[in-house]
């Protein structure tokens, strides 16, 4: 669905690589938390969910690895959830919950396409779509998309790689160019509004991330 637009401070993160080639983000430096910050112990980045919902994105720009061309990849993360003692919460409102599965918080895989010196458009942002997960306390899972199948994809205007031929092609050449890979946390009809808990508790651990 439609992106927050919050997340316009991350269009700028661009970095070129090359890519082709599956690999772990085996780095914790490279991954960094929109509006928050990122450990790399244990796995290979770890957050404290917070009071408000500052969990917006945990995002990797420097891994040469899991960027560039990634048309024919399979992006996947594994991850953990622990010690939250509250609730799950999101930022804004609950808008068209029933077609995403309610109001819940969740992640998605997402990543980017935004050239140096690119314009803004709605097609330099993909998030995995319908593929998510539901955040809980002590989950342990993990999410893999295929990269060449546009149809599991939605771009920050909320259309699906498929839509139409135009769509389509802009689809295909983000994932031929890839400059930001990561986790998008949000709920409602956003995926990237962010999420917290109610008291702050709790964890959330990257296990492996690769493309």
Known sequence: M????????????????????????????????????????????????????????????????????????????AFTVSDVTGTFTYGGEPYCSSAVGGALPTVRLAFESIPPGAKFAYTNYWWSNPMSAQLANNLNTSLSVSLGDPSLWSDWNGQF??????????????????????????GGCFFENGVGTTDGSGSFTLTSFTS
């Not at 661009?14 to 772990?24: C, L, Q, Y």
């Not at 509006?35 to 790399?40: D, E, F, K, P, R």
């Open 2 to 77: 439609k992106r927050f637009l919050v997340g316009l401070m991350v269009a700028a993160m661009a970095a070129i690589g090359f890519g082709g080639v599956g690999a772990f983000a085996d780095s914790p430096a490279k991954w960094q938390l929109a509006n928050g910050s990122a450990q790399g112990s244990p796995g290979i980045a770890t957050f404290n969910f917070a009071v408000p919902d500052k969990a917006r994105l945990l995002y990797n720009s420097k891994d040469s690895n899991l960027l560039g061309d990634q048309s024919s990849s399979t992006m996947s993360a």
């Open 161 to 186: 790689g498929n839509t139409d031929v135009a769509t389509t092609d802009a689809f295909i050449a983000a994932t031929q160019n890839v400059t930001e890979v990561g986790l998008s946390f949000g």
